[in-house]
């Protein structure tokens, strides 16, 4: 399977925020909740990435773990596309 | 006038893949081999015709179906009934010998609730319009057997007066034209294929001079209702509740959305008893299947609001679970249905990571570009729960249909 580039996907991030009205920082050490990037807002971007893959990324796989940070979501898609 | 002795509808006209006729004179046109107790896979609706038409004037237990509905399993099991399966002139005979049992028709269930299974039915028992009715000359684009395409045959079958121009599943883009040609007067449909009809070719379709216009089939929203008395103001638009196993249990004619609480719990003779339970519709009807008698669980969604009961959709795919808050897809059809620029929309639940699922929404605009999915998705925003709203939305180029006349089960 193919898989999307860490700046791909942070462009998409954005997508997903710009959607709502809000920006992405350039600090990938920006924590979630001063954007306002929720849940849903990480479920999305998940499901973005699927269709332009055209691929199912496989959402069981990765362990639960903690997602704060900008570069945490980007960690997160990371270990989803190579899961 | 034919002289023969059928049913009351025998001069009724019918149309029918290339015949032009009465039933009565389907006598001595068959190009069927019809055995005493047949399952007819009718290649169209001429076929299904003479089989309806023998069935109803010989002593027979028939099954009509179009050949994509019936598997190789599933014609094997129905040879291992007693019934022979009939394609054309070709015929696999059954595969034990027993009498037919005269009169009996089956019918397949639509399949929504997994294996299409066999539900046993009369001529009488799927005669649900009675009475004296006006002339109409009606368009059935159901699929061959299905219970709503069954009700449309009978109804022609018994009263005189009715005819009937059968569509072939290949047709649904011609159809408009045929009608006209026909003079149509009356048609039946489910909401699908109206909004299709109306996408496809308003202009033709608003030619036709309907007085009697029937949804049924799926839920039947107020949007749609209202469409369809702006485009045929002389018509009356009526939503019909039918399933091959509860018959037909609701007709409702005043141009509203879902049914009267009044109906309710209410015991009128002749009448189906309908109730709720924990939002499903229940129903005890007279027209259901054999077997099927006592209260029905139908597994249909109902909301009440505004002293009308709304029939919402099936409530196995209604619910979707977005991080344990529960978003109804009804509703989130019926928010895209109210933007003025939406023909059609279907709403699912996909699975995503952290929530469980997300709503995903497809839609099909009135003519392209006339949305951006960005203004569709803010539009719900505004009116529904964030968790609802739908996270992906794609828009079609055209309303998907499928032979049942639904696009969503």
Redesign the interface.
């Known amino acids: 399977m193919s898989t999307l580039s860490r700046d791909r996907v942070r462009t998409m991030m954005g997508e997903v925020l710009s959607?709502q009205g809000k920006d992405l920082p350039s600090d990938d050490d920006t924590r979630l909740n001063a954007i306002g990037f929720r849940?849903?807002d990480?479920?999305?971007l998940?499901?973005?990435v699927e269709?332009e893959l055209d691929a199912e990324?496989n959402?069981d796989a990765p362990g639960l773990r903690s997602?704060e940070t900008v570069s945490d979501v980007l960690d997160?898609i990371d270990q989803?596309q190579s899961a | 006038m034919s002289s023969h002795a059928g049913p009351a509808g025998s001069d009724n006209r019918i149309v029918a893949h290339g015949f032009d006729g009465t039933w009565a004179q389907l006598d001595g046109r068959t190009t069927l081999a019809l055995p005493p107790a047949g399952a007819v896979l009718a290649n169209n609706n001429f076929e299904a015709a003479q089989a309806v038409w023998a069935h109803a004037t010989g002593e027979r237990e028939t099954l009509i179906a179009s050949p994509s509905r019936i598997g190789d399993d599933q014609a094997l099991e129905l040879r291992r009934s007693g019934l022979a399966v009939v394609r054309g002139e070709q015929v696999e005979p059954a595969l034990i010998d027993r009498a037919p049992e005269v009169g009996r028709i089956w019918l397949l269930t639509s399949g929504s609730t997994g294996r299409p299974k066999q539900v046993a039915h009369t001529l009488e028992s799927l005669t649900t319009v009675r009475g004296e009715q006006p002339p109409r000359t009606w368009l059935c684009p159901y699929a061959t057997g299905a219970y709503a395409w069954w009700q449309v045959v009978t109804m022609s079958l018994s009263l005189p007066g009715q005819d009937v121009l059968f569509v072939e599943p290949g047709q649904m883009d011609s159809w408009p034209q045929q009608a006209l040609d026909a003079g149509v007067t009356a048609a039946s449909g489910t909401p699908t294929f109206w909004r299709q009809a109306l996408w496809r070719s308003a202009e033709t379709v608003a030619q036709l001079d309907l007085r009697q216009v029937t949804l049924g089939g799926e839920p039947v929203d107020q949007s749609i209702l209202d469409r369809l008395h702006e485009v045929f103001p002389k018509a009356r638009v009526s939503w019909i509740y039918a399933s091959s196993e509860a018959g037909a249990a609701i007709a409702v004619h005043d141009g509203r959305a879902g049914f009267p609480t009044a109906w309710l719990d209410r015991e009128v003779n002749g009448r189906p008893r309908l109730s709720v339970q924990d939002d499903e519709l229940i129903i005890s009807s007279q027209h259901a299947a054999e077997g099927m008698s006592g209260a029905i669980r139908t597994g249909d969604h109902v909301e009440v609001a505004d002293e009308r009961v709304l029939i919402t959709g099936r409530i196995a795919s209604d619910e979707i679970n977005v991080g344990g808050s529960k978003a109804s897809a009804a509703k989130v059809r019926a928010v895209l249905l109210e933007h003025p620029k939406v023909a059609w929309a279907t709403v699912r639940g996909r699975k995503a990571p952290l929530v469980g699922n997300v709503v995903t929404a497809q839609v099909v605009l009135d003519a392209p570009d006339a949305v951006s999915d960005a203004d569709l998705v803010a539009w719900c925003a505004e009116r529904l729960p964030d968790y609802a709203v739908p996270r992906r939305l794609r828009l079609l180029p055209e309303i998907p249909i499928k032979e049942t006349l639904k696009s969503d089960v």
């Open positions: 959607a849940s849903l990480f479920s999305e998940a499901l973005r269709d990324l959402f997602v997160f989803l």
